[in-house]
């Protein structure tokens, strides 16, 4: 059987400052920072980290775990929030696969 592929993106925002020579990148909501020598880099930086945090909380079946932790709750279909002022669109990319869908549910 093949498999199935659900795509979606998770809209997260990101802030950033300079410090000395440095420029920190956050995403407040996960709680995850990075750095860059310039403002491009540390966004990159950001990114790449909060790509790899969901990917691994997926691979240990924890996000949901996770993001309850954080403090997210189910709610229900809204309109788009506004990112707070001065921050950046964090789009984050979601892919999932299902190799057995019909077995995993009908088992």
Known sequence: MPAIIVQGELKLWGTIKRDG???IAQCPVLHIASQGHTEPEAKRNLIEATEL???SCLERGTL???LEELGFRAAPAMKQPTRPRG???LPIPLLLTAERPYAACHA
């Open 87 to 89: 921050s950046f669109a």
């Open 21 to 23: 020579e440095w420029f």
């Open 53 to 55: 945090f969901i990917q």
């Open 64 to 66: 949901f775990k996770a």
